[in-house]
């Protein structure tokens, strides 16, 4: 089984919201960083946030602050979505890391070294 099990995706119209969760196999307080990246058809995975569990710190890319926002809690993270857009479709992925990592990796998808399988999110009219 998986260490991290994602769910919560599915097809929403532009303005819509999402509520992603990522099951943690044993509790988030194992990882150093636990993340969200995203991969739409033909482009490069991208981190979208992240959350260091010892710190409670957290991180967004600029298309996405103001709209999403991650949470923990001992068994998960979640990633609370709102005002979707076309462009935030693809498919997300929780990827978690228990190896200390510096701040300008975080979204550096080769520096996690657990991942789960992915949910679907599809943003259109």
């Known amino acids: 089984q998986s260490p991290l099990v994602e769910s919560g995706g599915g097809s929403v119209q532009p303005g819509g919201s999402l509520r992603l969760s990522c099951a943690v196999s044993?509790?988030?307080?194992?990882?150093?960083?636990i993340g969200w990246f995203r991969q739409a058809p033909g482009t490069p995975r991208e981190g979208v946030s992240c959350i260091r569990p010892g710190t409670g710190d957290t991180l967004y890319i600029n298309p996405v602050k103001g709209r999403f926002r991650i949470t923990r809690d001992e068994k998960a993270v979640y990633l609370q979505m709102i005002n979707l857009k076309p462009e935030d479709a693809g498919v997300y992925f929780c990827?978690?890391?228990?190896?200390?990592?510096?701040?300008?990796?975080?979204?550096?998808?080769?520096?996690?070294?657990?991942w789960g399988q992915g949910t679907q999110v599809t943003v259109s009219s």
């Open positions: 990827a978690a890391t228990d190896k200390q990592i510096q701040v300008w990796e975080f979204f550096s998808d080769d520096k996690y070294n657990r």
């Open positions: 044993g509790n988030t307080a194992d990882y150093y960083s």
